[in-house]
């Protein structure tokens, strides 16, 4: 009898042990099994960004904001060549280096880039907003880049080296230039107009790092808005 009453306790933490060591087994499962979701989940995130930057894709990275649709980005021209976006005054062609030259080629302040100055970018973007926009700074990857005011009414000519004259940017600035005249003059203000397309043209400068060609490059656009306008693009194309 005595025996009986003592097998049965036995018998029932056997069982507990048993129920306790497959809960523990249940947890280490599901623990590995989160694990590989979120190192699956980082994977496939790191692979959709790198992706973004080798192939140069025109959608925004932001969209935090409705800000982001505000703005669109039609074309660009990053290349290491002549007549950016078809800007037949506007070249990169220096031949000492492979790449977008910036702080190196800043040893000769504000001038082309045929006189061993820095290069230029060019952004074709259009307000896709209800109202007008206004262009505060341009980052390049993350290096900021203001508007150039001695540029404003001025026919661009960026094909003779004339530093300081409002021809083309100086370093580290931009102008705003119209799309589709036959007489380029640059804009007289930040400010762009619902429906308006406008060619960016960016010169790099001391700030900016050489940018070897075929990598990544990323563009902000402030236009006063609570988050930036955000774009990836290739160095060394255009699209």
Known sequence: MRSDMLSIPISEKKKNLRLKSRRGVADIISTMMLMAVTVTGASTLTYFVNDAFVTGNLGTVSTLDSSSLNLLLLAYDSRDSSSLLQLSDVDNE???????????????????????????????????????????????????????????????DASVNSPLTGKYPADGTFSVIPVGLSSVIQNQSIQIENGDI????????????????????????????????????DSGDAR
């Open 94 to 156: 220096n031949s000492i280096n492979p790449f977008l030259c910036g702080v190196t080629c800043s040893v000769t302040p504000n001038s082309i880039p045929e006189s061993g100055g820095t290069e230029f970018i060019v952004l074709q973007i259009q307000n896709n907003s209800l109202n007008s926009i206004f262009l505060e700074n341009i980052g390049i990857n993350n290096v900021i880049h203001t508007w150039d005011s001695s540029t404003s009414g001025v026919q661009l």
């Open 198 to 233: 406008v060619n960016i043209l960016v010169k790099l400068g001391p700030n900016d790092s050489d940018i070897n060609l075929n990598k990544g490059i990323h563009v902000s656009f402030n236009i006063g808005k609570p988050h930036l306008v955000e774009f990836l693009i």
